[in-house]
């Protein structure tokens, strides 16, 4: 369904390069290009699915975003009290309302959390630095907040060992939730649990959403995990986003020969639509020694002359069904059901 809600987050041409280093004087000789010039906005509400391989530079677009790294290059626009900001340009002593506003929840429920802290100082710790409550007040606070995520106030006083793998990610969450944020960015959440974890914890996300009036940016590294809590989705490849659309348009029509190989590989029970598994050949490239032109182009079973020399173009293809493809408007791909 087409939202238009306002843009709660806009990202502009973000670019984030890291140096290669070498020798006693460190000297710089390269870069490596982890995220090579992304485009996207997020509205109020909506879940956005940002996906790919590892390495294609979904995390460190993540982190760019909570400008836990300066960006090389780029705007990442904030809404804030219903003005548009761009956070590059806020002074990092000014940046506190700006992190009150936008939290994280971690892929590994079992490194994201400090062992030697006991549940109500792990939950607790945001709203003691931004000041937002203390004694009883936190205390109560916390205990909301963990029944909020399924958890019970007894819980407060263990430390994180005591837990399972998905109980650990609902204290994680409830820590993101503690400041009321509009904006979580869930870096893979549910990669490191068990499968039959995975479904609880995504439902668990969906009804906070629901209930906080929650905008999500959801990066995971396959379609299957997003293709239910997605509103729209974007694939990455490479440091580049190559295709974003609705849900459903991206998954029954996908554009780009890199989604197509993607929905490929994503498990279907209705034994009548099964896709043929499109594997790929070799290894994602260096970001460091990215291909000329289209940097699928090595990859793709569709490339042509032109798409070893020119980059392609952003463009909107209709119904906001963007993607960055030469041969977008011949191809004719294969989709999977979308139900
Ligand atoms: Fe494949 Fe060419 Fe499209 Fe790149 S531009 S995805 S190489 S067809």
Redesign the pocket.
């Known amino acids: 369904m087409e939202s238009k809600a306002p843009i709660l987050l806009e990202v502009k041409n973000l670019k984030k390069y890291f140096p290669i280093q070498k020798g006693f004087f460190r000297r710089v000789v390269g870069q490596v290009r982890a995220v090579d010039g992304v485009n996207f906005f997020v509205r109020e509400g909506e879940t956005l699915g940002l996906v790919g391989e590892s390495g294609c530079g979904k995390t460190t677009t993540g982190r760019c975003i909570l400008r836990a790294y300066e960006p090389t290059a780029g705007e990442v626009w904030f809404r804030k009290n219903g003005e548009m900001v761009n956070i590059f340009q806020v002074p990092h002593k000014d940046m506190k309302p700006f992190r009150r506003e936008m939290q994280i929840i971690f892929q590994d429920p079992f490194s994201s959390l400090n062992p030697r802290m006991t549940v109500m100082d792990i939950v607790g710790e945001p709203l003691r630095i931004h000041g937002i409550a203390k004694g009883g007040e936190l205390k109560a606070t916390v205990r909301e907040l963990l029944e909020a995520v399924g958890l019970k106030a007894q819980h407060m006083n263990r430390y994180p060992y005591a837990f399972s793998g998905g109980q650990r990610q609902r204290i994680g969450v409830a820590r993101a939730l503690a400041l009321r944020p509009k904006l979580i960015v869930c870096d893979e959440p549910v990669s490191a649990l068990d499968v039959s974890i995975q479904a609880q914890t995504l439902n668990l996300l969906e009804d906070l959403q629901a209930e906080f009036g929650l905008t999500y940016l959801f990066i995971a590294h396959d379609l299957s995990v997003v293709e239910h809590i997605s509103d729209r989705v974007t694939v990455m490849y490479l440091g580049n986003v190559v295709e974003l659309a609705a849900a459903e348009d991206l998954y029954t029509d996908p554009l780009?020969?890199?989604t197509e190989a993607l929905l490929s590989a994503v498990p279907r029970t209705d034994p009548d639509h099964v896709p043929q598994r499109i594997i790929l050949p070799g290894d994602v490239p260096s970001p460091a020694h990215p291909p000329p032109g289209?940097k699928?182009?090595p990859r793709?079973r569709?490339?042509?002359d032109i798409?070893e020399s020119e980059a392609?173009l952003w463009r909107d293809l209709g119904h906001d069904h963007w993607v960055a493809?030469?041969?977008a408007d011949e191809l004719d791909l294969i989709g999977i059901d979308y139900d």
């Open positions: 780009h020969p890199y289209c699928f182009h793709c569709y490339a042509r798409c392609p493809c030469h041969l």
